[in-house]
């Protein structure tokens, strides 16, 4: 039962264009959501998280929304750059020790 | 270097075979993991630990062994390697005591593991 699911398995966008990845949860006790980025041949990098207290939170170039309501995040990346090409991952934190990963969205943004 | 290290980096073994995969971080982060990546299924937790000699099972623990007798270390032994096992395997640790905590956890580079 995959608690944490990225819907989208790949996402091509124009550089300077708006990427907008998304996640769906189930788990309504989810404490933290976080975004990591993940080159081949690497471990995933952390982008950016998010309380579940907020709705909002931005880092330069990276805004991640959080409705809770839906059990729904979406990561926004403004303007989208050739760098950016990776996978995202999507994950939750329970109880402090449990992370729930989505299956990873590849996005490629294209010069 | 501080962080997270794993090694090896690449191991390919055979079948029946007992493989151990390294992990060491040098933040004496409290929590450490055990991840393997597939295709299609994201990052799959297989054991996780939350201090020293207290360890507990994932998602996906069957086939796999843990120990932390020290904070730093985080030994993954496969005692009997399998064809399914073939994965890329991260280690990674977080310390959601601390203050600045955000949730992040920290991952090592991967250990890409061949069991033929």
């Known amino acids: 039962d995959q608690q944490v699911k990225q819907n989208s398995p790949s996402l091509s966008v124009q550089e300077g264009r708006i990427s907008i990845l998304n996640c769906d949860y189930t788990n309504s006790m989810f404490d933290y959501f976080l975004w990591y980025k993940k080159y081949p041949a690497e471990g995933p990098t952390f982008l950016i998280s998010?309380?579940?207290?907020?709705d909002k939170n931005e880092d330069g170039r990276f805004t991640v929304f959080l409705n809770k309501s839906a059990k729904h995040l979406s990561l926004h990346i403004v303007p989208s750059q050739p760098g950016d090409s990776a996978v995202y991952f999507c994950a939750a934190r329970y109880n402090f020790n449990k992370f729930y990963f989505g299956s990873g969205t590849k996005l490629n943004v294209k010069p | 270097d501080a962080g997270i290290t794993q090694s090896p980096r690449y191991k390919i073994t055979e079948t029946g075979r007992q493989v151990t995969l390294m992990c060491h971080q040098t933040w004496s982060h409290s929590y450490m993991f055990w991840y393997r990546q597939d295709l299609g299924h994201g990052l799959r937790l297989i054991y996780y630990?939350?201090?020293?000699?207290?360890?507990d099972k994932g998602e996906v623990p069957d086939g796999y062994v843990v120990s932390r007798s020290k904070t730093e270390n985080f030994p993954l032994t496969l005692e009997s390697a399998t064809r399914s096992q073939t994965s890329v395997y991260f280690c990674?640790?977080?310390?959601?005591?601390?203050?600045?905590?955000?949730?992040?956890?920290?991952f090592g580079e991967g250990s890409r593991l061949t069991v033929l």
């Open positions: 630990s939350a201090a020293a000699d207290i360890t």
């Open positions: 990674a640790s977080s310390d959601p005591g601390l203050a600045s905590d955000t949730g992040e956890l920290f």
């Open positions: 998010i309380s579940s207290i907020k």
